[in-house]
């Protein structure tokens, strides 16, 4: 029986500033017909942000959730993954709303305060359609992505009434062990959903080698009770989902993460890049985890 690999697909997230691409999604229509379009090409989980449909300037007030959560649920049973990172300007309260409100399967928690570097991006994008995009990116080399560990333990206490359980991102190896303190207090329940983070500046870098690193460690410290999944950040995508996938992992794709489909070449949608993982890890003769699948796995509420 070949192993089951779920794919998340992250279709819009808070990182890339709509100039940058025509295919970034921005209004809640076409967040839904992204995600919809993900989850039909074999993404089992879809990551979800919101954003102000005028400007596309991150938005992380639940009304801005409503309309494409709503269709989303209308039309597919993927599992729902609700952002609590937002975006690197807000702070945790704001950021944990939507998912307090809705009571996702899956919210995403973010392990650790870091530099979010978005300002090398203004090496390839510098003409800019909305007066917030570069302000936003320039910002970044100031600005820290506040994750003490009060936010965490608020956004664990604030959520685990709601049955909802959490993409947990790692973004260096100092976060697997912040995250071990807080499976030691018993704050956060097994089996864990561990997504690693590679090639964001401010955290770990996405050479195989910290690929190989990170998955070392995770199991040092979680043995089996853990599922463990990987993003690569821009370029190096596809090539960390093959690599983490031919090692047991879990990948995770999206426009959130990287808005290219090859070198140079914008990805023209989200299902595009589920496509090409998906041809990758059955190439690997894996199977693609459906969202019951990837319920079994994770033991989500359903
Ligand atoms: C690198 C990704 N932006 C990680 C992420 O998706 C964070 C979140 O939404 O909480
Ligand atoms: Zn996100």
Known sequence: MARKVIITCAVTGAIHTPSMSPHLPITPEEIAEAAIGAAEAGAAIVHLHARDPQNGKPNQ????????????????????????????????EERVRPAAHYKPEVASLNMGSMNFGLYPMLHRFNEFKYDWELPYLEG?????????????????????????????????????????????????????????????LGG????????????????????????????GAGKNQLAIAAQAA??????RVGLEDSLWIGPGKLAESNAQQVKLARQIIEGLGLEIATADDARAMLTLKG
């Open 61 to 92: 007030s639940p009304e801005a959730f409503a309309p494409f959560l709503q269709v989303i649920k209308q039309r597919s049973n993927c599992v729902i993954n609700i952002t609590t990172g937002g975006a690197p300007t807000m702070l945790v």
């Open 140 to 200: 970044s080399r100031d600005r820290i992505f506040r994750n003490t560990f009060t936010d965490i333990e608020y956004i664990l206490t604030t959520c685990s009434e709601n049955g909802t359980r959490f993409e947990i991102e790692c973004y260096d190896i100092g976060h697997l062990y912040t995250l071990a303190h807080f499976v030691d207090r018993g704050i956060i329940k097994p089996p864990l959903f561990v997504q690693s983070v590679f090639g964001l």
């Open 204 to 231: 770990i870098g996405p050479h195989p080698e910290d690929v190989a690193h990170m998955k070392r460690t995770a199991d040092r410290l979680f043995g089996d009770n853990y599922q463990w999944s990987v993003l």
């Open 246 to 251: 031919s090692m047991g992992g879990n990948v």
